[in-house]
């Protein structure tokens, strides 16, 4: 049984080596074809801001300049599902002002699903500084069927889920342009298809979202040029807080912590040179050399008749 169940093993085995060899040869001799995406994809854009490094903070007007590009532009086919209206506050704004932003029939197409209290009835309500952002679309059919079939993703997270974070999607924002002529030249079946638009940043190079800002878009209060990278920049920004608005806490928490284990080092270190300062290491010789091991090898070697 076991001769059988070996010859099964090895048989296996030299089948799988079999097909490692053939799949080797196979790419040595037909390489793979390149692909636009991998040649002409750029990575994201340099992007600094107030957040940035383990000393980051937010800048509250920044913030509020990328809500706005949000509640203007953005929100029209993004959501912000895991974004309360409450949540606010961290951007300076008070509970008149939040309880206003947060029932603007204007602005949120789609009020809240309730029920009517009198009859049972489904109902819908304008929303309450404690529900969360919502979607201008019923649902995902309506989202597609506004979008040529593609469903925005919503941006709550968006800073977390891609490779680059806000830098990737500034770098998005402002890398539309038209296909470069060597793309065509070298790949002439990349075309961007009808209804796409090409995006060096994205990752197959054309995307169905058209170019959200153009800049002038929307007018800041505090007078901040309203420039295409103005407005990349703050949503950019604003995205960030969406994904973690307790950044600088947890900021402030690791800086606290790495004080406290610096001391507790030192102090540590301190504590063991008072204690043992007077203290002397015994080294106790072991191994063939020490005696007791000598003598038992002595004995070992006279039962034996051993000299030595």
């Known amino acids: 049984m076991r001769f059988i169940l070996g010859l099964i093993g090895a048989a296996f085995a030299l089948a799988l080596t079999c097909s490692l060899f053939s799949g080797l040869k196979t790419y040595l001799t037909s390489p793979p074809a390149p692909l636009a995406a991998e040649e002409f994809h750029k990575g994201p854009k340099e992007l600094r ?5 383990p000393f980051g903070k937010f800048e509250q007007a920044q913030l509020q300049r990328g809500l706005q590009v949000y509640t203007e532009v953005c929100s029209s086919c993004h ?3 895991l974004v309360s209206f409450r949540d606010l506050k961290g951007l300076g704004y008070n509970e008149a002002e939040i309880k206003a932003y947060a029932g603007s029939g204007q602005q949120w197409k789609i009020e809240v699903p309730t029920t009517n209290p009198t009859t049972g009835e489904p109902a819908t309500r304008k929303a309450l500084p404690s529900d969360n952002f919502p979607w201008n679309f019923a ?10 079939n593609a469903l925005p993703p919503d941006l709550s997270l968006m800073t977390k889920a891609r490779e680059g974070g806000a830098a990737y999607v500034y770098s998005l924002l402002t890398g539309y342009q038209n296909q470069p002529a060597d793309l065509l030249k070298k790949f002439p079946d990349a075309k961007t298809p009808p209804n796409l638009h090409y995006n060096p940043y994205y990752a197959n190079l054309n995307l169905a979202m058209p170019p959200p800002l153009h800049g002038g878009d929307v007018t800041f209060a505090d007078g901040t040029p309203n420039t295409l990278q103005n407005e990349a920049r703050d949503v950019a920004a604003f995205l960030v807080w969406t994904a973690e608005p307790n950044l600088e806490n947890r900021h402030a928490a690791g800086l606290a912590v790495t004080v406290f284990l610096l001391f507790a080092t030192i102090f540590a270190y301190l504590a ?8 002397k290491r015994a080294v106790r010789v072991t191994g063939p050399l020490e005696p007791e091991n000598q ?3 002595r004995r070992a070697k ?6 030595g």
């Not at 801001?49 to 490094?53: F, M, Y």
């Not at 006279?302 to 000299?307: C, E, I, T």
């Open 49 to 53: 801001l107030p957040s940035d490094g």
């Open 79 to 81: 959501s912000l599902k």
């Open 302 to 307: 006279a039962k034996q008749g051993v000299a």
């Open 139 to 148: 649902n995902e059919t309506a989202a597609r069927a506004a979008n040529n």
């Open 295 to 297: 003598a038992k090898s």
């Open 272 to 279: 063991y040179r008072q204690l043992w300062r007077d203290a």
